[in-house]
């Protein structure tokens, strides 16, 4: 029975390290390979060893396919190619394959000189992993394999973001990866066609919640902005190198041109140049407003926003600066905020989710006295917590669903409390089956491919001969002789097919007796029977053979005497399958007696 | 607002029960008298365990858990300690984040390994409490539930803190009447709770009468099936560990299981296995196979003899099943028995049944089983033939297939043929592709081996090898039907391909006739030049030329090349030119690779030389400093970086580039400045560092400006790494201008002293007009550990090697203590970037003195997250999110 098996490593009900195993068609493929950054130790990491428990992985696996550059889809990647040891192709968009590697090397660093970690990748590896990755475009379909193809989606959340449809044979999967089905500042919103996959595996992070608009979060960062600045207060915000920077640098720019600001923004770590090459690199993934203008202004050329030096930092007065790494768990981010800390008239917003453990995770939760560098630091800066994270809500989910088309769902990326409620709203309004598996758990579903089968042209004929104007749009039932040879499927006429094969026809009947109490002579029961047969299927050809015996289409009735009792005459009755229906029929009619003979 | 005790008021323990108090109780009922007879003594020293690091976390079977919190339970914890078990407890306080109870239980787990449970439990009964709040809440979340069977699990794996706990409590937890019979069960997570706790707890003789009286094995034995990867994993791990465990318990060795003379949980456990292994369900037969798999092992004891002996024959007769059921599983057992001290090569049971297998198998299944036959010495030959057979099969087949004349020198030739290779082969695309990429991958796992098999078919496996990559380029003209239908299904296979060319490498270390030679280098070029080799398979095939190139002439320059060598590397060069033009950056990066590791290799070998220089190699390196791309713009830096070091440098190409004017210097130092990314400057440094250490000709003209001028750029680089790499720069030059860092030792004869002790106030004065002082103490102060790390190392051996040259008197007298104090002054607002201005010797040497640079190192060993990773930390985050409105759902 042909299936599709569904097995997150990571993902399954949580919002750790995306890593789905599927298998469809014979083929095994990966979906994300992601890193848990809440964690220190190899448990950051997917547990392989359950991908194949015998074996290579190189063998098993058909292909890995990476969504997008964010650390929990692709974070464990040069893990998983240069330690483990994967050999095979990697697979994610032309974006992804510039930016993965700068995010990567970021946390590697970031690991290596915070945590003083040896056995981490490095540099080269993750060199060497991105050189296994094959870069697609979008709606290109790709061919892995003979009989493996996958096609890019585009999915808003991130610069390079795709969802992807894989597909062997008539079955297909598609797998969203992170997506926003609402336009954002730089991005555009998910779009996928109908593409009516057997299964649809879907993020549901917002699987309960339907967002705010935007345009308030962002009037309410403005203003909080703005507002410490002309206090005379210095405004700290850690970001991850790429991603909702940008979108929150475009936000400042504009405010700033707007209301002629001259309180300086910085950005740290030289990211600027960064996202600006790549930005203007992949500018066609970038959403219609800023495409249209990006011949007469490149929107991230920023006037306002310059590169951040470490002596700033010290600089009396107010400012903005966007510096790396986002959860303030080491370098230049935290280094400015041992500074600003102390004073109440400057502000941290941390537009992101931070792991327990970092010094973000800390101040988030309310603590204001931390212990760093074996100092008492006082935290009298204000604190915010701001969301720019850009997913798809409870709304949006559902719309793609719908443009989707899928025959079922599976929910991964979310929390099973949520993920439980939409998995009951998708079932009610789609009526299609809908999956929630914990990391560990397969789902199996079956799946009814269609198998191409070449029509002969003889057969075609003979059936357009009988109707003569077939309506193209109606499914229409084709009687023929199935050939499977050497992997292909033709159907034949069953003279044709026996031509083909070699062998002889061989004719099968079925046969009934039906017990009639008539005391009359053979030939008459015979008679009454055509009489009564006649007046009773009058669309049929009923004949009444000279040898005594009556026809009906290709079913037989002869009459004969019972060899016990010479007041019962048993009628036999033989047909083939063509007429099975009409055999039954007959018998059955036989089996209620002949009307009284006249008399 | 933080939680307090108050919050726990509701599942209070009657007001004058000693539990009310916060005396130690023995299980959850107020009315159970603890008895005397339970309580271990505190310092009675731990029971004995049977494996200390395998308590919990199943995800990893060796046990470790890395990263684990080591401090242990201090009073600053256990005053936080009631209060997060009354957070814990109150359902209206999400925990703030999914890993923050996998870390408290490796806080738990390292206090109880490192300390008495029972003591722990004594002292903090707010967890003893946590434990029965929960088992009297009917709808515990299951992220609690599960917590909390794991921490029983760990209290529980000491016998003072299990008998504390026996009772309501563990049975409670553990038994029917528990989260067996809830709602909650449907939750994965709480099966592997219940499992990974059970697993920590039992550790002890009364751990597993536990087991026994409370009907645990049954629910083990139905987890085996369970529909989670990981519970039914944990679960097949727990039943081969009781077993263990009862068995280590067992005195004697009874001769078999079935005899009442092994103990219950053993029979048990043993009928269990061997009921799956009758049955007709794959599942289950694979779930027994890999209990006895972990069984075998891991207890090598008399027992697990017996224990063979009674069920290898229900193992033989899964072999007449067809198919042969679980046969992964299966080739696992069998080697898990073959490696097992307890047989002996004289034990012909398991030989034999490994032969039937092999011969049973499918040349796929089979392969990992003659593979790991292979590497066990005392396998006896006959067998090893046989395994070797089902290794070479499937290449014998290629060589048989494409074989221009039908004698010519195959594998096994004269061997019993098989059709079963040839039919796999043949099956499909995919199977035949599996197939020889198993097979290759194997044989290349066997190669370096002591005990591979002698003789070794080095000549046909080359010829092997080097036929799939002619199959797989579509440059082979098999002559036999069979050979075309392989042609067709491999031609451009890049799976096939990269495997062949990693096997190709591999067996560049054994020797093979030069025909066979010239075979391979004709194949590796076919592979660099076709226009259809993907990017993974150049590099692959780049790195399979390095290996079967000549090592470096020893000594060097002293003896040419083979004109064999010589021939290949004359048609190479062109093709790496042609590469280092791809449009792929990752064929232009391999190629730069490529090109640096043959330069560093034959450098110094005139005709390499000559064959270079000739060719446009070297000048397109050059130009590829200035690629798009990082990656390579690095690997030109390092290639192009060490080619000039050779002498094999070109002139620039590019005089419209800005530092192409003042030679490769220049440009280097140009991509030093102004390259956005990290990598080639990187890459510079490092280069730079070598060329000051080999002395490199643009270096020598002026050291002292170009160490001046790197170590001001590299001090403002905004990576980390590329400032490390500045402060080995200034190391090197140290050594250079000061001589080896105890150079005066004795057992240091020989190492070169650059300068006497006389010349002490001249070197000084030379590392202060480099400012290398500034920038090893603004170092110091960096954000980034290693940097700061790195510089307090340099300062530390610059000031040990100025104390052994004689100190201040040696450098000039006594300091100018104005001078000194402005230093460190300016030292301490270093963070501001203030410089510390040129010091003179004295005033540097007394500057060094007055730090105290010891204690900085002892500061920077220490990681800079300790705090953050402490468990006080960790207790401290938990009750803070407590009392925080939960953040909306979030990620990156």
Same mark, same amino acid.
């Given at each position: ?20 195993? =599927? ?54 990647? !040069? ?7 994967? *050999? ?24 290596? *000189? ?13 060199? +060497? ?16 394999? +003979? ?87 210095? =405004? ?48 066609? /993934? ?165 198998? !191409? ?16 104007? !077939? ?129 | ?137 009917? *709808? ?53 709770? /219940? ?35 990981? =519970? ?80 290898? !024959? ?8 067809? %198919? ?27 030989? +034999? ?68 290779? =040839? ?54 003209? %098999? ?222 003209? +002026? ?16 990576? /980390? ?172």
């Amino acid at each position: 029975m042909p299936e599709i098996r569904v097995t997150p490593l990571g993902a399954g009900q949580d919002v750790g390290r995306s890593c789905i195993l =599927v298998s469809i068609g014979g083929k095994n493929v990966m979906l994300d390979c992601g890193m848990h950054m809440g964690f220190n130790d190899d448990r950051r990491f997917p547990d392989f060893s359950y991908i194949t428990q015998n074996g290579r992985l190189t063998d098993f696996l058909d292909c890995v396919i990476i969504s997008h550059f964010h650390l929990d889809h692709c974070g464990a990647l !040069p893990y998983f190619s240069e330690m483990v040891g994967y *050999d095979g192709p990697i697979y994610m968009t032309h974006p992804t394959q510039a930016i993965c590697p700068i995010l990567l090397e970021d946390y590697r660093k970031i690991a290596v *000189d915070k945590k003083g970690e040896a056995n981490f990748f490095t540099s080269q590896m993750i060199k +060497d992993c991105m050189k296994k990755v094959v870069a697609v475009h979008l709606h290109q379909t790709v061919q892995v394999d +003979d009989e493996l193809e996958i096609k890019a989606y585009y999915a808003g959340h991130v610069l390079g973001a795709a969802m992807f449809q894989i597909k062997v044979g008539s079955e297909s999967v598609v797998y969203t990866g992170d997506y926003n089905m609402t336009p954002d500042r730089h991005l555009g919103a998910a779009w996928i066609d109908k593409c009516r996959p057997d299964l649809l595996i879907t993020e549901s992070t917002y699987a309960t919640t339907i967002r705010d608009s935007k345009r308030c979060r962002e009037r309410d960062f403005l203003k909080k902005v703005h507002e410490t600045v002309e206090r005379g207060g210095k =405004v700290l915000i850690p970001v991850f190198a790429l991603g909702r920077a940008q979108e929150l640098c475009i936000l400042l720019e504009t405010f700033w041109e707007r209301m002629n600001l001259k309180v300086p923004i910085y950005f740290s770590t030289g990211l600027t140049e960064k996202a600006n090459h790549y930005y203007k690199l992949f500018i066609t /993934w970038t959403n219609q407003k800023i495409r249209k203008t990006f011949v007469h202004r490149n929107m991230f050329e920023f006037k306002h926003i310059k590169a951040f030096d470490r002596a700033f930092a010290d600089n009396p007065g107010p400012m903005v600066v966007f510096a790396t790494p986002g959860m303030l768990h080491a370098g230049q981010s935290l280094q400015i905020f041992r500074k600003w800390a102390g004073n109440e008239k400057n502000m941290v917003i941390m537009p992101g989710y931070c792991v327990q453990g970092t010094v973000g995770h800390k101040i988030l939760s309310g603590q204001r006295k931390l212990e760093m560098e074996g100092r008492q630091l006082e935290v009298r800066m204000q604190v915010e917590y701001m969301s720019f994270s850009a997913h798809a809500d409870a709304k949006g989910i559902m719309q793609l669903v719908g443009q989707a088309e899928p025959r079922r769902v599976l929910l991964v990326h979310g929390e099973a409390k949520k993920m439980e409620f939409l998995k009951q709203k998708i079932e009610q309004e789609f009526r299609v089956s809908c999956y929630m598996p914990a990391n560990g758990e397969t789902v199996t579903l079956p799946t009814s491919p269609s198998i !191409p089968v070449s029509v002969s042209l003889g057969l075609l004929k003979r059936e357009m001969a009988q109707v003569p104007l !077939p309506e193209a749009k109606k499914p229409r039932l084709l009687h023929g002789t199935l050939i499977m040879k050497e992997g292909n499927f033709r159907l034949v006429s069953s003279e044709q097919a026996l031509k083909e094969l070699g062998l002889a026809e061989h004719q099968l009947r079925f046969t009934c007796r039906v017990h009639l109490h008539d005391t009359r002579k053979e030939q008459e029961t015979a008679l009454r029977v055509y009489s009564h047969l006649k007046s009773v299927l009058r669309d049929h050809c009923v004949q009444h053979l000279p040898d005594g015996s009556v026809t009906v289409e290709s079913i037989l009735i002869q009459a004969a005497a019972h060899s016990e009792d010479p007041g019962t005459k048993v009628l036999l009755v033989s047909w083939t399958y063509q007429d099975e229906e009409l055999g039954s029929y007959l018998t059955a009619l036989l089996k209620k007696g002949l009307p009284q003979a006249p008399s | 607002m933080k939680p307090t005790h108050n919050s726990f008021c509701h599942y209070k323990f009657p007001s004058g029960s000693p539990w009310s108090r916060g005396s130690p109780r023995p299980s959850v009922s107020a009315s159970s008298p603890l008895r005397a007879s339970q309580v271990v003594k505190p310092g009675a020293g731990p029971p004995e365990r049977v494996d200390p690091a395998a308590g919990r976390g199943f995800r990893r079977t060796d046990g470790t858990r890395a990263g684990a919190p080591s401090l242990a339970m201090d009073p600053e914890c256990a005053l936080l300690l009631p209060g997060l078990c009354a957070v814990l407890a109150d359902p209206g306080q999400p925990v703030a984040d999914d890993t923050c109870l996998e870390k408290l239980l490796d806080w738990f787990q390292t206090v109880t390994e490192t300390g008495s449970s029972l003591r722990l439990l004594q002292d903090n009964p707010c967890l003893v409490e946590l434990l029965s709040h929960v088992l009297g809440t009917q *709808d515990a979340p299951a992220g609690l539930l599960s917590f909390a069977l794991r921490l029983a699990g760990i209290f529980g794996a000491q016998e003072s803190g299990f008998q504390y706990l026996q009772g309501e409590l563990l049975s409670g937890l553990f038994g029917d009447a528990g989260p067996l019979g809830q709602a909650a069960w449907t939750v994965p997570s709480v099966r592997s709770g /219940w499992v990974q706790g059970l697993r920590s707890l039992a550790q002890h003789p009364s751990a597993l009468h536990f087991l026994a009286d409370h009907g645990v094995l049954d629910t083990v034995f139905s987890l085996q099936r369970d529909p989670s990867l990981f =519970v039914a994993s944990a679960a097949s791990q727990l039943l081969a560990h009781v077993l263990a465990l009862s068995m280590q318990g067992a005195a004697g060795s009874p001769p078999a299981p079935q005899d009442g003379a092994w103990p219950t949980c053993a029979r048990r456990i043993v009928g269990h296995v061997e009921e799956s292994l009758c049955s007709t369900a794959a599942p289950q037969v694979t779930q027994a196979l890999n209990v006895l798999t972990s069984t075998l092992g891991r207890c090598h004891g008399h027992w697990t003899k017996a224990l063979w002996a009674q069920l290898s !024959p229900l193992v033989a007769r899964l072999l007449e099943r067809e %198919p042969v059921p679980a046969a992964h599983s299966l080739v696992d057992l069998l080697l898990s028995v073959a490696r097992s001290p307890v047989f002996s090569s004289a034990d012909s049971g398991p030989w +034999d049944m490994a032969a039937r297998t092999l011969s049973r198998l499918g040349p796929l299944q089979a392969g990992p089983l003659a593979l790991g036959l292979l590497k066990l010495q005392h396998c006896p030959q006959t067998l090893r033939t046989q395994a070797f057979g089902v290794l070479l099969q499937p290449l014998a087949c290629v060589l048989k297939a494409s074989a221009q004349a039908p004698e010519a020198a195959g594998l096994l030739d004269g061997a019993p043929g098989s059709s079963v290779p =040839v039919d796999s082969l043949l099956s499909s695309k995919s199977a035949c592709v599996g197939l020889l990429c198993q097979t290759l991958a194997l044989l290349e796992e066997l190669q370096p081996l002591p005990q591979r098999p002698s003789p070794w078919p080095q000549e046909a496996l080359l010829g092997a090898a080097v036929t799939m990559l002619r199959l797989c380029g579509g440059g082979a003209a %098999p002559a036999s039907s069979l050979g075309g239908r392989l042609c067709r299904t491999l031609a451009g296979c890049v799976r096939v391909q990269r495997a062949a060319l990693d096997f190709l490498g591999t067996l560049s270390q054994g020797a093979g006739p030069q025909e066979s030679v010239t075979q391979v280098f004709a194949a590796l070029l076919e592979c660099l030049e076709s226009p259809d080799s993907s990017p993974t398979v150049l590099k692959k095939a780049f790195q399979a030329t390095l290996r079967w190139l000549p090592g470096p002439p020893q000594p060097p320059s002293c003896c040419a090349l083979s004109p064999h060598t010589l021939l290949f590397l004359q048609e190479l060069l062109p093709v790496l030119q042609k590469r280092l033009c791809s449009p792929c950056w990752e064929v232009r990066d391999s190629a730069l690779e490529f090109l640096t590791q043959l330069s560093r290799c034959w450098a110094e070998q005139a005709d390499f030389r000559r064959a270079l220089l000739a060719s446009e190699v070297p000048r397109l390196a050059r130009q590829l400093l200035q690629d798009p791309e990082s990656y390579v713009r690095a690997s030109a830096v390092t290639a192009v970086g060490q080619l000039s070091g050779w002498g094999l440098q070109p002139a620039s190409t590019s005089p419209q580039h800005p530092g192409a004017q003042q030679g490769l210097l220049g440009e280097l130092l140009h991509i030093l400045t102004t390259d956005s990314e990290g990598f080639p400057r990187r890459a510079v440094t490092q280069v730079l560092t070598e060329w000051l250490r080999a002395g490199h000709a643009d270096v020598a003209q +002026d050291t002292e400006q170009f160490v001046a001028t790197v170590l001001q750029v590299v001090s403002r680089d905004l990576d /980390w790494e590329v400032r490390a790499q500045g402060l080995e720069l200034a190391r090197v030059f140290l050594v250079q201008t000061l001589g080896q860092p105890g150079a005066g030792c004795p057992y240091a004869v020989g190492l070169p002293v650059a300068s006497s002790p006389s010349a002490l106030p001249a070197a000084l004065h030379a590392l202060g007009r480099v400012r290398l002082l500034d920038f090893a103490l603004c170092a110091l102060l960096d954000c980034d550990r290693p940097v700061a790390q790195k510089a307090c190392d340099l300062l530390l051996s610059l000031r040990a090697e100025l104390a052994r040259r004689g100190g201040l008197q040696e450098a000039g007298g006594s300091p100018d203590p104005a001078a000194v104090e402005a230093a460190l002054r300016g030292w301490r607002t270093g963070e501001q970037g203030q410089p510390l201005g040129e010091l003179a010797p004295a005033a540097m040497l007394a500057v060094l003195d007055a730090m105290d640079l010891e204690g900085f190192r002892g500061r920077l060993a220490e990681s800079s997250d300790r705090v953050e990773r402490s468990p006080q930390s960790l207790l401290q985050d938990m009750l803070a999110a407590a009392g925080v409105r939960e953040n909306q759902a979030d990620c990156y």
